[in-house]
């Protein structure tokens, strides 16, 4: 079945091309998302999400760029938002523990838990310090970065998923990589 005949289908609200869409899709969007939400929970519940997005908004998709493009640029969307709203969250339970509002909360990011079914057990230490450092990029670096080294994205497909010019994306993504090797010497040089 060609892209465009599934399409129609979805928009026309057939079962059968809803499951299609979940059997093609939904391995690949967790992968996204724990790309980005290395919590195995989080991510799920974010994927959950990108999905009811992608039923709720497929009448509006135009066919400008490809199905797939559509949805991880919906995941990556939903993935920045969930971390906005986490980081909020922490910000107001900080503001809360200097107020004398509320109980301490715990100081570690939330990006130092990994939870991330790849990461093999002796690995989570190094991993957790990769993530938290990429979760201190610019959003418009570590966007980038995610989806090119974590995501596996190839420039055409980031270009596509974020809108941004190949020049612009090559840009970030080199300036992500020199961010992310001063921050690791850094955190390197104090550990040690």
Known sequence: MSEE??????????????????DDYQQK???????F??????????AQEVFLE???????????????TWIYKIATNKCLEFIRKKNTKKRFAFMQTIMGNETPLDKTSY???VNHPGVLLENKEKSAIIFKAINTLPESQRVIFTLAKIDDKSYQEIVDITGKSLSSVESLMFRAKKSLQQILENYYKTEN
């Open 5 to 22: 005949n599934f399409i129609v289908q979805l928009q026309a609200g057939k079962q059968s091309a809803f499951s299609q869409l979940l």
């Open 29 to 35: 969007v967790f992968g996204t998302c724990i790309s």
């Open 37 to 46: 939400i290395p919590n195995k929970e989080d991510a799920e519940d974010v």
């Open 54 to 68: 992608v039923f709720k908004s497929i009448d509006k998709f135009k066919g400008n760029s490809k199905l797939s």
């Open 111 to 113: 990006f130092t838990e």
